[in-house]
């Protein structure tokens, strides 16, 4: 979220598309409910069922799901053709003047540069113009055809209200009226918040959705200010947290990357990562990036990492794919070619598409480790349980460790909500049985491996037996010991760039946040981003003062919220050219003539005088990007695509297949229905319910009593059609799985008509297996494809096809 | 009767100790008073209080978790029950169906409390020490990794990378198990890592 929980209660208009928080983020939905009530604000749901979300909106539109891109392209255009843009918000803070190189085009479907064998682009045309100053070419008049509003302007064109029926199937008056609620949000004193979720990420272009609405965001100026923002509300307690601190193939904490192997050492590495300003006086704060890199290093390696050996550079493995995603990794084992794998409260054999791919997957590895509080599918995915988990244990001869874990009721520690919120929590209970802390399993296991390294040697020992492990007891590492590992430490006197004769922290103290750090070796942090949550003041994040001066909703005394206690993100953008609020009922900071203050934490150098120094500090363009040069893999603009598995060709590019730029592995292919199939005519979705919490509460006596059994959701007309009666036995299969389930059949769930064909949508629930106190079940997941994200490969799970039959009874 | 009682104070001074005096201040009879003696204290009174968040979504919902026994004080603590944190400005108090069942996750019958292992082939799970189950854990890692680990590529650049076991890490750790997960599996050369928020 770009801003908080506790600030929705600020806006306008909420947008709920792509997520579903009445039900999934009941609790969070509330502030919806505050600013219905306390501020006139409306609520618009757009959604392929009418969710309890919907139930309490002003306006309901339906969607086919999977075309979220034209639905906003579609905003977007509306927008521009009814002159209802915050010009000088968008002239000001995004890269509409900028100006595109000769050579890049969009054309039935496909950007130049793309290469059909390798499903991918030449982005070399995907950027902007250099002038001989080095900056790039802008054009404040946005008369030259090729400055990136006109681009854009002509690149939604084809969004009409019509072509959005056609594609959505929503209908056209009422996209008119959810499109003339938007645009009025355009004026500097509305405000309009999207709240969106796994509805959006989950898709073969979910990065791209997430891109339309934010470029409308921007159309309409409502970032940066108090109730407006893109707020991902994620789906659990810290994978915000788990991503920060960069627990994927290709990250280092706080979203720096690790190297490729085309990085041959430091000065290679960081020659892509300079971010030289791309315009006069911006911030472009990774110019920074060297710091935290090298104060990364220090925390992992200590002494080990020196100048003369690169501060450990060769101690980092290095990348030779973009990355070994979770998709990736079950394709390699797949393919026999992994032999160990981990699951840390993680149940893959649920939450992973194609079941039957993942069974056959952990049944090629010789060991596999679960370690879990919970008895998880996956740790039982050798044990028959009939048309459930339908293996024979004799013929898999993977060894498994189940190793039980605390759960947060036994352990101390930070978790980061949707907000930003480091949130320190205490241990309340004693473990049951021998269940141990994580933090305990972890050092434990590395204690021994260092170990056996020590005494018989091996691979390339070094970043094993070196790494710095500076705890009291080394065997089991206490949370504060880890906590101010993150937040940085002074090894040694830091003192301050411009005046020297200031100290900013004395050798061995903890860092005050991330402009302390260095880059000779004079610092380690583990994660910069969370710098400043436990330094010389104390424990940050166990901070519990409710004082909310205004009432504004930013309790900047309750935690830590990431970065630099900042509560709302690029709130430099919440005042004009001359630092004034656009809205003064709005203020979050402003510009006294010498330095900006107020609410929150600026979000620019305090003294950046507003007239030069632009809010999006991250970015080289210090603007933020309606157009991303080359930094998206599937285009610099979003682009409608249709799902893999899709009941319709692709109304504007009828040729293009799914996403063309992502990654299909071979084989998988094959386990796609084709376009329009008429074996698999049905649009099928999966979604969680409220009683539920994905593959947990199952094993909570009182949610599994609540929702006791898997269902399936179709529509009073798909049922009629087929002759499937409410509470009736139902056959789902896919191309891949079949399921069996009863049907629940509702209002809720309306067929849909796409380009002229009337699309009957099936909803399947995903929180039943074979473990725990409900009935056992199947999942969706049994059904989905194996396909992800262009950019991140977060799986398709949204939108697949599927075959429905009303069947005698269960078979199992 | 404007006397300035934290919750807290409230729920102790209700309790029947010293219910005849302070009931008494507050204006009771003594038949009223002989009734509250009567009443068995309730029983949060006596319970620690604990502040933690919910688990489940990333609305994170401040909880108070009431236990038996303080872990603070060396003793074990079991906990008895969990209600939302009426001081947290997310959720004032409140919970959802799940946040709500939250005591039922703490002591769901399928917890795990024992390592086990299934061997090859086997159809069952079988009790194996910690001691045994992290020593052969580090073995097996140590030996795929002597065996597959890839100090060069083909162009002879360093790449110290080791791809042949992988790790998932977890969706609702704490971000200093996430740190202490991230500095081993790094530090390794494992380059199959993920986290939940993939999916």
């Known amino acids: ?812 | 009767m404007n006397i300035d009682l934290s919750r807290r104070a409230f729920l102790q001074t209700a309790g029947a100790g010293l219910a005849g005096t302070t009931l008494g201040a507050l204006g009771f009879g003594d038949s009223e008073a002989a009734h509250a003696a009567a009443i068995r204290a309730f029983k949060l009174a006596n319970a620690t209080e604990t502040r933690n968040t919910c688990p489940y979504c990333s609305v994170a919902c401040g909880i108070i978790l009431y236990s038996k026994g303080d872990l603070r004080k060396g003793e074990p603590a079991e906990i008895t029950h969990i209600e939302g944190d009426t001081d947290h400005p997310t959720n004032r108090g409140t919970l959802c169906p799940k946040g709500s069942a939250l005591l039922g996750f703490v002591k769901s019958p399928t917890r795990l409390q024992h390592p086990m292992i299934r061997k090859p082939g086997s159809d069952k799970f079988e009790p194996i020490s910690w001691e045994d189950a992290l020593g052969r854990i580090a073995r097996l890692m140590k030996d795929d990794r002597d065996k597959n680990f890839v100090a060069t590529n083909n162009d002879g650049v360093t790449v110290n990378r080791w791809i042949t076991t992988g790790f998932l890490a977890a969706s609702a750790s704490t971000n200093e198990t996430a740190f202490a997960t991230y500095k081993v599996v790094r530090s390794a050369g494992m380059l199959v890592f993920d986290n939940q928020a993939r999916v």
Not at chain 1, 21 to 35: I, R
Not at chain 1, 253 to 278: N, Q
Not at chain 1, 470 to 497: F, M, S
């Open chain 1, 1 to 812: 979220m770009t801003n908080s929980w506790t600030d929705i209660k600020n806006t306008d208009l909420v947008v709920i598309m792509g997520g579903n928080a009445a039900e999934a983020h009941p609790c969070g939905f509330k502030w919806v409910t505050e600013a219905k009530a306390n501020r006139g604000a409306k609520l618009i749901v757009i959604d392929p069922r009418f969710t309890r979300s919907a139930s309490v909106s002003d306006l309901y539109a339906p969607i086919r799901q999977g075309t979220d891109i034209a639905f906003l392209l579609g905003l977007i255009n509306h927008c521009i053709q009814n002159d209802k843009v915050q010009w000088d918000y968008l002239k000001a803070f995004t890269n509409a003047t900028y100006v595109v190189k000769e050579g890049f085009t969009y054309q039935d479907g496909l950007f130049s540069g793309y290469n059909e064998a390798k499903r991918d682009y030449d982005k070399s045309s995907w950027d902007y113009d250099i002038g001989t100053d080095g900056f790039a070419v802008v054009d404040a008049t946005l008369a030259n055809p090729r400055c990136v509003w006109n681009l854009l302007k002509k690149h939604v064109a084809v969004y009409t209200p019509e072509m959005v029926e056609r594609i959505c199937g929503t209908p056209k008056d009422r996209f008119l009226k959810v499109a003339a609620m938007v645009a009025e949000t355009s004026s500097p004193t509305k405000a309009m918040t999207s709240m969106y979720a796994l509805g959006w990420t989950q898709h073969s272009k979910g990065s791209q959705n997430i891109r339309a609405m934010a470029m409308l965001q921007l159309v309409l100026g409502n970032i940066g200010i108090r109730g407006g923002g893109m707020n991902a509300l994620r789906g659990h307690s810290n994978i915000q947290g788990l991503t920060d601190l960069g627990l994927m193939s290709n990250l280092l904490p706080g979203y720096l990357t690790l190297p490729t192997e085309k990085e041959v050492d430091l000065a290679a590495y960081m020659s892509t990562r300079g971010f030289k300003p791309l315009r006069p006086n911006q911030m472009s704060y990774w110019q920074n990036y060297r710091k935290f890199f090298v104060s990364f290093q220090k925390s992992m390696w200590g002494n080990a990492a020196t100048p003369e050996n690169d501060f450990a550079y060769n101690y980092l493995p290095k990348l030779d794919l973009p990355g070994y995603d979770l998709l990736r990794a079950f394709e390699l084992m797949h393919q026999g070619k992994m032999n160990g794998y981990f699951c840390q409260g993680f149940n893959p054999l649920q939450a992973a598409p194609n079941k039957k791919k993942v069974i056959e997957s952990l049944s090629k590895l010789k060991y596999l480790v679960i370690m879990d509080p919970l008895d998880t599918e996956t740790g039982r995915f050798w044990e028959n349980h009939g048309p459930y988990n339908d293996v024979d244990p004799s013929q898999i001869q993977t060894e498994v460790y189940q190793l039980p874990s605390t759960c947060f009721a036994e352990d101390d520690g930070s978790l980061v909500n949707s907000g930003r919120w480091l949130q320190w929590h205490w241990a309340g209970g004693t473990p049951p049985g021998e269940a141990k802390r994580d933090t305990w399993i972890m050092a434990q296991l590395y204690l021994r491996l260092k170990e056996l390294y020590t005494k018989e040697g091996g691979a390339f020992a070094d970043p094993i037996v070196k790494l710095n492990w500076p705890y009291a007891d080394p065997g089991d590492p206490k949370a504060e010991e880890l906590a101010q590992e993150i937040n940085g430490r002074a090894l040694a006197r830091v003192t301050d760039t411009a005046d020297p004769t200031k100290v900013l922290a004395e050798a061995g103290k903890l860092l005050p946040g991330f402009a302390a750090l260095r880059d000779d070796g004079s610092t380690s942090c583990g994660c910069w981003i969370y710098s400043g949550c436990f330094n010389e003041n104390g424990n940050n994040m166990a901070r519990r003062d409710t004082t909310d001066p205004d009432e504004t909703g930013a309790y900047s005394k309750w935690a830590f919220s990431w970065p630099a206690n900042r509560r709302i993100l690029y709130n430099r953008a919440s005042a004009d050219l001359t630092g004034k609020a656009w809205d003064p009922s709005r203020k979050v900071i402003e510009w006294d003539g010498t330095k900006w203050s107020g609410y929150d934490v600026p979000d620019i150098l305090p003294t950046a005088k507003p007239d030069q120094v632009g809010p999006f500090i991250m970015n080289p363009e210090g603007v933020s990007r309606l157009f991303t040069r080359g930094m998206m893999r599937d285009g610099p603009f979003p682009a409608h695509y249709e799902p893999f598995e899709s009941p319709i060709a692709n109304p504007i590019a009828p040729k293009v297949r799914g996403n063309p730029a992502a990654r299909v592995f071979e084989g998988d292919m094959a386990q796609f229905a084709e376009s329009a199939s008429r074996e698999f005519p049905y649009a099928a979705t999966s979604y969680r319910l409220t009683e539920h919490f994905h593959f947990w509460t199952k094993h909570v006596i009182v949610n599994a009593v609540m929702q006791p059994e898997f269902f399936v959701e179709i529509s009073e007309q798909l049922a009629a059609e087929k002759g499937i009666t409410k509470g009736g036995w139902v056959r789902v299969w896919s191309k891949r799985g079949s399921v069996v389930a009863k049907a629940m059949v509702t209002k809720r769930i309306r067929p849909l008509t796409c380009d002229g064909k009337t699309v009957h949508i099936v909803g399947i629930p995903l929180h039943w297996g074979f473990t725990g106190a409900a009935k056992k079940g199947f999942g969706p997941n049994m059904l989905t494809p194996f396909v992800g994200d262009a950019n991140i490969e977060t799986p398709e799970y949204k939108a697949f096809l599927v075959n429905i039959e009303p069947i005698a009874g269960p078979v199992a």
